[in-house]
């Protein structure tokens, strides 16, 4: 037990913060604003520290910051919390993209009639929920905390929306979401059920995994399709592209950037090392998945006309390479896997908010009422270009580092699925820089010269928005060493549990 | 000679169903002599008084375990006093304060939502009379009288004390469902079909007792549960026996196939009865199904779980999709309810396993749909309640305090984590699979995922969509119809976040008296 208790002031913080947010008048938009930032701006310090105080040494204990309360004891439901190396990239994935997203939707609602400050308490509660997903380390509790991250999310794409089908997508998003984590509900009652009534995830890991077998195939799947559902895999997907396209571009970048890698984080706290014989048993299919994923992905995304849905569709074909490296079950690929997770945070995230920032000027995000576009906008197109590339992960940019390390992991276990995986990477390059030819580029579309917002480029909130993100993305591409230390443990760990020699154990994970 | 007819009774064990019958008498005198402008205080409180005092007399007998009667020393098992009967008979007295409340609203209608005689003719120029004259307050001993016949329900050792009860329980609605002001044939429809179908039932329940009278020699539970493994009549008795009283209870606790009710006299009776059904009622009829096939029928389950767990497939798939298509809230809420008899179907299914979750259920879900109803009944078109889906358009724009509750309590139907609705679900399901009900539990959950998309297309409609310009208003309500919403709405949410202490009450409580 630290000294003072991070982990649980990270959702309390932003949970109490949604609340004071709440209970502020409608018509102090601006007080919300700035309240809501400082909420958000107190979660990143407290991450700040947390990563500060993190052991990154391989002797270091799995779980850190350990902390645990008593809450339902009939269900062995507890409040503890407990960080490791992945999950601490995503805290802070988390902890650095909210305050973003929040200054990117700073006047966005302007124009919407919405109440400020409902909106932003309820990105301080999606960020609360997604943190505490990524902190829980009892079984129940991270169920909790699944489940209960839809709400805010639904009102953020139903309520803030952009389009018509902003309601549609909204339903379509919660019970997608909501019939995968009942079918899990299943799962975790029937693993508590079996082994005698514990939820706690250091004591399940301990202990002796389920015997190998039908029970344990059963529960792999009502926990895989949840997260599945959540990432999303192919073919669990539909739901994704909808609600990019109706969410507001910030609520995009949070949807896309964090709220789905709770679905690949999940995979590997939960599903490797509870159900490692199982996991082993599905591998074949979910790498079959992912693959198609990579390809049908790309190709569908080359023909979107719309310039969300195609960011969604490209986020897809990303998910594909993140369950590639997962179930390839090598040390680069995972960790490379895990690198992915976090950057394709940065890089989708930031192109999120910058087709953001080109479809409230232009009023559409229809590519077709682009074209032509930087001659008016250099510096946008720049950094629309700039997020572009990453995206596609042109080396020197941080997913370059990532999509290698996948790759070659890959490729050292299954030679064919590498390259054909290995497609995705041409079919990247074509979706982006074809997307960025028909806005940015070519004749000038003579409809922009009337929109005098077409003519505004970034504004100083703006550049100063997305220059953390252009620097992460730069910074780790050239240096990823930092990241790399730290998920290569917690990845060494996770994957102890499917090695095919039974020498390599894991290290013990309780912090005694 | 005096004493080989020794009767002892446990008073105190009977105190609760004393106190509330002996209001009920005293409220029906109160009508014939209190002045009629200080009726409706002077009923509200003898009714909330004589309801608290039986749940303070249910408390006090927390510990108690036996029959209330005995004859020669020897326990008579006609009354039982047990852990789920004192529980069921403390969520019943708990719930019906809060329903009583309800019943109690005046400021949203003027003179309340109820008339004196429900017989006269709908339209007729008496009708249209007593429309114009102040709610009527008979309804509270009428109320009175249905929840001693719950009380009893659930304390029921055989057969015939279960008969007198259901009786009880039954008639004081079938007239309460008539006697809504407005819209007076759709409430005297929803009282006749009640009331037809329910006399139904209990023939039912009647020739079903015969049968089991005739296959183990005897109306008690205990003695029938003997007879399943020892008894020499022809076991087609047994069999015809448990189908018809289970037709009679099903009828009660509205499960398909003997649902047809449900959704007409839901709409039909006034809201603030609705309520009283949809909590109340509901508790009474599975702690009552729960008594019989856990004392009565555990050892024939064998002969009975094949049809028993059809019918709560059908009834969890069937409520949930009728839910589905319905435009109506109070339509709506009716499936729901449907449903959730599916899903405390699991609960009687599992038997032994789950009977104080399942009583768990009872008692978050009745929160719940109490304060749901409450929420219904204050949204109003000028005189009536606006029960249409359409008209519910945007009101988290005009309203967004009653719309924030009602959002709370649809996620809590729909079983989001941090409400009542998904404890309750958890530690149901919970014990289902620890009884190898497995295949149940998937189609629960199958339903529940179905049954979100309605609750969730109110949510859509609540923040939405935009108000239509003659928008329904949302009265103020008096502080009666307001603890309702606020009692709902907390015990919603404290099940939901702190439900140890009533797990810990449902654990102890959970052991039937097998006398």
Known sequence: ?512 | MSESTAVTIDWAGLAPLVIVFAAAFVGLLAEATVPKSRRLPVQVALAVAALAAAFVAVVLNADKSGTVFALDGVAIGSVVIDGPGLFLQGTIAILSIVAVLLLAERRTVRGGDFVAEAAVVADSAADLEQRREDGATEIFPLTLFAVTGMMMFVTSGDLLTMFVALEMLSLPLYLLCGLAKRRRLISQEAALKYFLLGAFASAFYVYGMAMLYGFAGTVDLAGINAAGVGSGQPRMFLYIGVAMIAVALLFKAAAVPFHMWTPDVYTGAPTPVTALMAACVKVAAFGGLLRVFNVGLSSSAWDWHLILTVIAVATMIGGAIFAVTQRNIKRLLAYSSIANAGYLLIGVIALGDAVGQTMFYLAAYGFTVIAAFAVVSLVRDGDEEATHLARWAGLGKKSPGTAVVFTILMLALAGLPFTSGFTAKFSLFAAALQADELGLVIVGVVSSAILAFPYLRVVVLLWLNEPAPDAPTVNLPSPMAGTVVAAGVAATLILGVAPGFLLDIVDQASTFLNT
């Open chain 1, 1 to 512: 037990m630290n000294e003072l208790p991070l982990l649980s002031a990270l959702v309390a913080v932003p949970l109490i913060g949604a609340v004071v947010v709440a209970s502020i008048k409608r018509e102090n938009a601006a007080v919300a604003r700035w309240t809501a930032l400082g909420f958000a701006g107190a979660v990143a310090v407290i991450t700040a520290l947390v990563a500060l105080g993190f052991d990154y040494g391989d002797d270091a204990p799995w779980l850190q910051f350990t902390e645990s309360y008593t809450w339902i004891s009939a269900w062995d439901l507890d409040l503890s919390w407990g960080i490791d190396g992945i999950a601490l990239l995503l805290v802070a994935l988390t902890a650095g993209l909210t305050p973003i997203a929040m200054l990117a939707a700073w006047r966005d609602l302007d124009a919407v009639q919405r109440s400020v400050p409902a909106f932003f308490a309820l990105v301080l509660a999606l960020e609360a929920a997604m943190l505490a997903t990524f902190l829980a380390s009892n079984v129940l509790l991270f169920y909790f905390f699944f489940e209960a991250m839809l709400v805010p999310m639904y009102f953020l794409i139903g309520s803030y929306g952009t389009g018509p089908k902003k309601q549609y997508a909204a339903v379509k998003f919660f019970l997608y979401s909501l019939l995968g984590g009942l079918l899990m509900l299943v799962a975790v009652i029937a693993l508590w059920v079996n082994n005698g009534g514990v939820f706690d995830w250091a004591t399940l890991v301990e202990s002796e995994p389920l015997e190998a077998g039908t029970l344990q195939n059963w529960l792999f799947l009502g926990f895989f399709v949840a997260f599945a559902i959540k990432a999303p895999f192919f073919p669990f997907h539909t739901w994704l592209p909808d609600a990019g396209g109706a969410a507001p571009a910030a609520v995009a970048a949070l949807l896309v950037g964090v709220m789905d890698k709770i679905g690949t984080f999940a995979i590997l706290r939960y599903c490797i090392p509870l159900f490692p014989d199982a996991t082993k048993t599905f591998a074949p299919w979910v790498i079959g998945m992912s693959v198609i994923g990579v390809i049908y992905a790309a190709f569908v995304a080359i023909g979107q006309t719309d310039l969300k849905r195609l960011v969604a569709y490209t986020s897809i074909a990303h998910f594909g390479f993140i369950g590639l490296g997962i179930f390839a079950f090598t040390s680069e690929s995972a960790t490379g896997a895990v690198l992915y997770m976090f950057n394709h945070g940065l890089a989708t995230g930031l192109l999120f908010i910058v087709v953001g920032f080109l479809t409230l000027r232009r009023g559409s995000a229809q590519i077709k009422d682009y074209g032509g576009a930087a001659k008016t906008l250099p510096l946008l197109a720049g950094i629309f270009l700039f997020a572009g590339l990453a995206s596609l992960s042109l080396p020197g940019t941080a997913p370059f580092i990532s999509e290698f390390l996948v790759l070659f992991g890959a490729f050292t276990e299954n030679e064919p699925v590498a390259v054909v995986a290995a497609l995705g990477i041409i079919l990247a390059a074509a979706y982006v820089l074809w997307m960025y030819q028909r806005t940015m580029q070519g004749d000038r579309n003579p409809a922009l010269d009337e929109v005098p917002a077409m003519k505004r480029d970034l504004t100083l909130r703006e550049k100063a928005l997305v220059a953390p993100l252009v620097i992460a993305i730069l910074g780790f591409g050239f240096y990823p060493q930092p990241l790399i230390d730290a998920i290569e443990p917690a990845v060494d760990n996770t994957l102890g549990f499917v090695a095919d020699d039974p020498a390599e154990l894991p290290m013990g994970v309780s912090n005694e």
